[in-house]
């Protein structure tokens, strides 16, 4: 199974691949526009994602490059016209593959499958490598996290940031960091967000900020990941 991003304006051809794609095992999520897209690529991590290139706000191929400058997440491009020079310009622009419309659901599957086993964004990226911190792995490819041998059920934004402290373990992290890293926005002082995450984070790790296994505050500055028995006191 994977996360799946379709970015299709048109209905007829969304709604029917979205039933498809699910019935096929993954999960499926959607944008209708570029700018959602874009948002939806970054804020949930999908595995993959589908994109059509006619969109109603921004060109796909525009859209392809403002992702590529950020993420790696690999991208099939749906496109209308079976023509080369286009086809050469997506995949010069970073598109891992592409389908010329109109193309059935287990063709998208296939090529999906076929992507996601290549991999060549996360074999080449270190990000992508498990983290093994105590008993605590962290599996940034299927996103799957394990402790004490037993799965770990998290949000997509509980595991963005447990893996960013899982890969700076000892080490403080400030709310600050989390806050520009994790969730990409401007840190205001009061702002309760990375407290709030850590608590549902610690309740998930079966644990809790006065008695602690993984996740340690750091009085007035942030928070640090380390494996049981190693922390000082
Ligand atoms: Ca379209």
Known sequence: MAHLL???????????????????GHAVAAATTAMDGLRSALDD?????????????LDGRELLRMLRA???????????RDDET??????????????????TAA???????????????????????????GKLQIDPRSRQ????????????????????LATRPDQV????????????????GADKTVDVHLSWLRRKLGESALAPRYLHTVRGVGVRLSAPGQEDG
Do not use: C
Not at 6 to 19: A, G, H, S, V
Not at 86 to 95: F, N, P, Q, T, Y
């Open 173 to 188: 992290v400030t709310k600050r960091e989390l806050m520009t890293e994790v969730w990409q926005v401007p840190y205001g």
């Open 107 to 133: 063709q998208l599957d296939a090529r999906v499958r076929a992507v996601l086993r290549r991999g060549p964004a996360a074999a080449t990226d270190p990000a992508a490598s498990s983290v093994v911190v």
């Open 86 to 103: 286009e086809i050469v310009r997506v995949l010069d622009a970073g598109a891992d593959d592409y389908l010329v419309k109109p193309f």
């Open 45 to 57: 991590r999908p595995d993959l994602v589908v994109l059509d290139l006619g969109l109603p706000d």
């Open 6 to 24: 379709l970015i299709e304006d048109d209905l007829t051809i969304r709604t029917p691949l979205i039933r498809a794609l699910r019935d096929r």
């Open 70 to 80: 950020v993420s790696a997440v690999p991208v099939i491009v749906a496109t209308a």
């Open 145 to 164: 996290v394990h402790l004490d041998g037993e799965p770990v059920d998290l949000t997509p934004r509980e595991f963005d940031l447990l893996h960013h």
